[in-house]
């Protein structure tokens, strides 16, 4: 799988909550998901996992997620997630 150049992330201080939306995202099987991180040169903390509708459409709101100060990332996971990240980030900002 390549990157995925859909997604935008949207951080609202506001709220206290970052977004991440995208349409035509790959769906993954059962056995998949997608894994939002939060990464700088030390280490990458993970924000919660989320799954592409039926269509490829993505609508996920992760609170209490401030990226201010880090790089945000997306990774493909087993289902539950992961404890770090797997290599490659397909997404990123």
Do not use: C, K
């Amino acid at each position: 799988m390549g990157d995925i150049e859909t997604l935008t992330a949207v951080y609202s201080p506001s709220e206290g909550a970052l977004v991440i939306q995208g349409e035509s995202v790959p769906v993954l099987d059962d056995t998949e998901t997608y894994q939002l991180w939060l990464g700088d040169d030390d280490v990458a903390t993970s924000v919660g996992i989320f799954r592409p509708d039926a269509d490829g459409t993505v609508a996920e709101r992760f609170a209490g997620a401030d990226p201010t100060g880090f790089v945000i990332g997306v990774t493909e996971e087993p289902a539950g997630g992961s404890e770090s990240p797997t290599l490659p980030i397909l997404a990123s900002a």
